[in-house]
């Protein structure tokens, strides 16, 4: 409370400047704000601007910028990573003390807009949107509101063992159908080896693999939600893997886990769909097989198709408690779209950009340490990431992975159906929103 | 309180020939000057984050209009958090499991200390720095550490006990069976906490005059009479107090579970009670139903805590009452 009156003082006072100093800049409809979704004040008045975020390397980045803004400096926190980075950040708004500049997943914008921690950027970062593909615009707008500028997006490609698909004679699959009868393949070639595992530890890679599909899981119809996380798209999605599970075709163990390394370090797992930044991932996890994975497309739903979908990615928004909302946009907008900023997030923070400027241009011209033997991984992740649809993100999306992770653990723990497993998560959402106070359609 | 205070002063006052008046003003002032620190930690750090904790618990974050993601707001709910937490099925597997395990832990963890600070103080034992350094030092490590160690010993292919099972050619044990994983994760507490058990009770039984040995010993009792008869009698007020350590660590067992639980499907995100409360609170945003659960649930500890105690005291140390 005590916070809300502070700041709507701030913004009334920083109003009552820009108007005195005549510095207009109000060419934003929505005037009833207090706040003003047009960053009233000066952007190159002096600032100090507190960044939270947890991208590799990212000081090194900033110190371009402020070398050359030697007045609206960035200091960058390292509090935390992911959801636990939403967490704190929800907590230290609440106590009045947020930073100025957030680092957020796409899936958790929509909790830090209906908390009211970010600003609506709508009218701020307008000038730079043609700078970003549709799709990846549409991760960070909410109906004709957008709350964040796109940093790195994170379209879904398959990484495959080149040389033990070459050992057995597999073929990549280019279909679903496809991976399922190669699954089946691995396993009478190969007993001991599995072409993929299905990760109950993973809602994301699950949510992209929905998308590629077509899923639509949160769809807002005026002021109300519609969920369809048990639409046809994400049933035949579930349903697939929930064979291929049952069956034994491929593993059932989660990902990210000492053992999951060791299975992707010593190729009893055989490929991973994955995104564009699992090259990095696999350099972490399973730094000896060097030269031994290429990556492709993924599989497709029908032939002739050609579709892929978001796992993870983030993009940079600003709090409405911060001081310097103009200076603040200006950083943001040069973090996101100049050629030098770009450049140095992908040589030095090894990010996949979401401005279509940042994808093609010489830092990506070599391709990632794991994959030496793929010099066009960029470019034919380029020509994937074009192909990507993503969908629009929810207001609880934590209640939905969280429900996913409980009943697809619970499916693979007891033989349950997956199809269950989805509609479970269906339910806990749409429960979720109503208790929450959200008008839900079927 | 003012009450016992002046009766305090007087007797004293009584007792020594000081100047009465003088005496009753230094000790009317002196004792809270000298609590105040502790009151004031005491009131900011405990007190108020459970009055904080309570108001919240009766509070909801709502929508409330504003946009096609809302505004929230926080609200009064009244008693909705509690029904609503209460009245989940999961809260009560949670604590069926934590009982379950709870079975498991401090009897093996307490009877293994037993065991071990009985047979250091054999006499003769030979190394008995050493060995309690060695039972002590895993109270040492960190349980988030201790939780990694063993998780790593868990899974099939980075564990060296699958290793030596293969080699001996004996079927591996798998430690995240849905219907042994219990034991798994006790297996770590109990791993932990021997060790500080062991040295509480090690500590005590050098406590013991030696003379009640050395009559025993001439009245013919072996060893093994004396540890029975003398030794756990003797040491049954630290048996109570270690017990109710481990019955409150039960309560709030959290971590090797928490920490286990992304490397299996076997755990899920509420199979204690404290991982349901922090999934609500960190995971789904939503302290408030996290504060209901948690204040639902320390009455529930405080209540059974009494109850124990009182049970414990009438049976350990009913002479003295």
């Known amino acids: 409370m005590h916070r809300r009156l502070l700041m709507s003082a701030a913004g009334a006072t920083a109003t009552a400047l820009a108007l005195a100093a005549c510095n207009g800049g109000g060419d934003e409809p929505d ?77 958790a914008l929509p909790v830090l807009v209906s908390n009211g921690v970010v600003r609506d950027l709508t009218g701020d970062v307008a000038d730079v949107r043609d700078a970003f593909p549709e799709a990846a615009w549409g991760l960070t707008s909410f109906g004709d509101q957008t709350f964040a500028v796109p940093q ?14 070459q050992q057995y004679g597999l073929e990549v699959p280019s279909t679903w159908d496809d991976f399922a009868a190669l699954a089946a393949q691995v396993r009478q070639v190969a007993p001991e080896r599995y072409l993929t595992t299905f990760s109950s530890g993973d809602p994301g890679w699950f949510a992209g693999l929905a998308q590629q599909a077509g899923a639509e899981w949160w769809t807002n119809e005026g002021e109300a939600w519609s969920v369809g996380m048990a639409d046809e798209a ?93 200076q603040a946009a200006k950083f943001v907008k040069w973090l996101n779209t100049s050629p030098e900023a770009l450049e140095a997030m992908i040589t030095l923070g090894g990010l996949y950009p979401a401005a279509s400027e940042g994808q093609t241009g010489p830092a990506l011209e070599e391709p990632p340490v794991m994959l030496p033997n793929q010099p066009e991984f960029f470019a034919l992740a380029a020509e994937i990431a074009g192909t990507a649809r993503g969908f629009t993100w929810g207001p609880n999306v934590n209640v939905a992975y969280n429900a996913y992770n409980e009943a697809f653990q619970g499916a693979i723990e007891s033989g349950g159906s997956f199809t269950d497993a989805i509609r479970s998560m269906q339910d806990a959402t749409v429960a979720d929103l109503e208790t929450q106070g959200y008008e839900v359609v079927e | 309180m003012t009450d016992l205070t002046t009766t305090d002063a007087g007797t004293g006052g009584a007792h020594r020939p000081v100047g009465p008046a003088r005496r009753r003003r230094a000790s009317s002032g002196a004792p809270y000057l000298f609590m105040l620190p502790a009151m004031a930690l005491f009131a900011a750090f405990l007190l108020a984050p459970i009055i904080y904790a309570g ?109 030596a099972f293969d080699t001996v050619g004996l079927p591996p044990p798998d430690f995240f069976d849905p219907d042994t994983v219990i034991l798994s994760v006790a297996n770590i507490a109990v791993w932990g906490g021997v060790g500080f058990n062991m040295v509480v009770m090690f500590t ?118």
């Not at chain 2, 008693?79 to 999961?90: F, G, I, K, Q, V």
């Not at chain 2, 597997?93 to 065991?115: K, N």
């Not at chain 2, 609500?280 to 659960?293: E, G, H, P, Q, W």
């Open chain 1, 31 to 107: 005037a009833n704000e207090t706040t003003g979704a047009t960053a009233a004040g000066d952007a190159d008045a002096p600032a100090e601007l507190a960044f939270w975020t947890w991208a590799t390397n990212i000081e090194q980045v900033i110190e371009i910028w402020n070398e050359q803004n030697p007045e609206q400096q960035v200091s960058v926190d390292r509090q935390a990573q992911g959801d636990e980075l939403i967490t704190r950040v929800l907590t230290a708004a609440e106590a009045g003390n947020e930073p100025c500049l957030v680092h957020t997943e796409y899936q």
């Open chain 2, 55 to 163: 108001w919240l618990s009766l509070r909801a974050s709502r929508r409330t209009g504003g946009g096609i993601l809302g505004q929230r707001t926080e609200v009064f709910v009244g008693l909705d958090n509690y029904a609503r937490s209460l009245s989940d099925p999961e809260l009560y597997t949670a604590l069926g499991r934590m009982a379950v395990y709870g079975l498991i832990v401090v009897p093996v963890m307490l009877g293994l200390a037993l065991l071990f600070a009985l047979l250091l103080d054999l006499p003769n034992v030979r190394l008995r720095t050493a060995t309690r350094v060695g039972i002590f030092l895993p109270y040492a490590v960190p349980g988030v550490i201790a939780s990694l160690l063993w998780g790593f010993l868990y899974l099939p292919r980075v564990s060296p006990i699958r290793e």
């Open chain 1, 234 to 326: 994400t049933t035949r999605v579930a349903e697939f893997w929930g064979d291929l599970v049952a069956q034994d075709l491929i593993d059932d163990q989660p990902m990210y886990t000492p053992e999951w390394n060791a299975a992707m370090n010593d190729g009893t797992l055989l490929a991973w769909p994955s995104a564009v930044w699992g090259a990095g991932v696999l350099q972490g996890v399973a730094p000896d097989t060097a030269g031994l994975w290429r990556a492709a497309p993924m599989p497709q739903w029908s032939d002739g198709e050609d579709a892929t979908g978001y796992w993870g990615g983030s993009a940079t928004a600003i709090t409405e408690g911060c001081e310097y909302p103009a």
């Open chain 2, 204 to 321: 005590a039984l050098r406590a013991i005059p030696p003379e009640l040995y050395d009559s025993a010993r001439i009245d013919g009792a072996s060893e093994r009479q004396i540890a029975l008869r003398i030794k756990i009698p003797l040491l049954t007020p630290v048996l109570v107090m270690t017990g109710i350590f481990s019955l409150i660590a039960t309560l709030q067992v959290f971590t090797e579970p928490q920490i286990l639980r992304p490397l299996t499907n076997v755990i899920s995100s509420s199979w204690m009670p404290l991982q349901k409360i922090y999934t609500d609170a960190f995971v789904l945003n939503d302290i408030y139903s996290a504060a209901a659960t948690s204040i639902a649930l320390a009455g529930a500890s405080l209540v059974l805590s009494l109850l124990v105690l009182s049970v414990m005291q009438r049976r350990a140390f009913g002479e003295n009452q």
């Open chain 1, 152 to 165: 790195d997006i994170a379209p879904m490609m398959l990484y495959y063992r080149e040389d033990l698909f």
